[in-house]
């Protein structure tokens, strides 16, 4: 995913003369030649992502459409405060793309981890966040977006689906199977798995890579008894109150495939952390049939 919306920002670089693009020491030997043509509009700013978005707002409030690219729990938390008042308060049209989603850099420990990323992007009003699950997707939702005026969010991973490759749609939901027995919701880079644990059964499989705005209305017409499985890729509980606001006043049995709330203080590869914590296809497939199988 890095290297194409590295391309892709070249591209804007070259071909649009109103966008701009500012980096944290991140990306640079890929979008070099760029960096060097454009310096006005193209820039390193080093280890500084509070003053990069700060920057970006004023280029922003300018009428230029600003792109900023960063290791996600820099991105999301050192910049807090400049993400609510210099983007959100002032409502400017900023990309922010980030890399290092959840545990995708398992070898550097807890700093580098971000599992809280959409959970916080979601509470402040007026922002967008999206989680696309490939390259192509990433390219397609960023096309959708990167003009639209609004503080626009992008997780992407170093780790995205191989099987599936979904043509998507910003703030839409993609009907992956149709079933009657429960709805699963697949966000992200989870789709592969969630497939493995339900091709062959009896359930529908809604595919997320917009997490705000919430596509509400496509769950609603999947509602199937009330069972509802959410798979994400990011802490626990980051879409229930969507899916519970979905349904207000009716019955629901929720299940949930997340990371759980806690500090991650084991060690281990990308691939050992998602098995340790349950991201992994046999444990959808078991919570699945639990869910199933409740009366």
């Known amino acids: 995913m890095r290297r194409a919306f590295l391309r892709r920002v070249g591209e804007m670089i070259r071909q649009e ?16 030649d760029v960096l060097s043509e454009y310096p006005d509009r193209c820039t390193n700013v080093g280890i500084y992502e509070d003053a990069m978005f700060s920057i970006a707002a004023g280029m922003a409030r300018k009428g230029l459409i600003p792109t900023v690219f960063g290791i996600q729990p820099y ?26 989603a959840a545990v995708d850099y398992p070898k550097y420990g807890y700093s580098h981890y971000c599992a809280e990323d959409a959970a916080i992007i979601k509470q402040i009003p007026g ?32 780790h995205p689906n191989k099987t599936y490759d979904i043509d998507v749609e910003f703030g839409r939901a993609k009907v992956i199977q149709r079933g009657s027995k429960a709805t699963v919701i697949a966000v992200s880079i989870m789709l592969d798995e969630v ?31 009330g069972k509802i499985l959410i798979c994400e890729p990011e802490y626990m509980g980051t879409l229930l109150a ?48 639990e869910l199933i199988e409740q009366e």
């Open 17 to 32: 003369s109103d966008t701009t693009f500012f980096t944290v020491d991140i990306g640079m030997w890929a979008i070099r």
């Open 75 to 100: 991105l999301i938390e050192r910049a807090l405060e400049q993400i609510k008042m210099d983007l959100a308060y002032q409502k400017l049209g900023i990309n922010v793309v980030g890399t290092g």
């Open 127 to 158: 922002c967008e966040f999206i989680a696309p699950g490939t390259a192509k997707e990433f390219i397609q939702l960023f096309d959708q977006t990167y003009r639209n005026g609004k503080p626009t969010f992008f997780r992407i991973s170093d």
């Open 195 to 225: 497939m493995k644990a339900c091709k062959d059964e009896d359930v529908t499989v809604l595919y997320y890579t917009t997490l705000e705005p919430f596509d509400k209305e496509t769950l609603a017409l999947n509602y199937n008894n």
């Open 242 to 289: 969507d899916v519970i606001d979905t349904f207000l006043g009716k019955a629901l049995q929720i299940g949930q495939v997340a990371f759980p709330k806690e500090i991650f203080r084991n060690y281990g590869t990308y691939d050992e952390k998602m098995a340790y914590y349950g991201l992994t296809a046999e444990n959808i497939a078991d919570k699945l049939h």
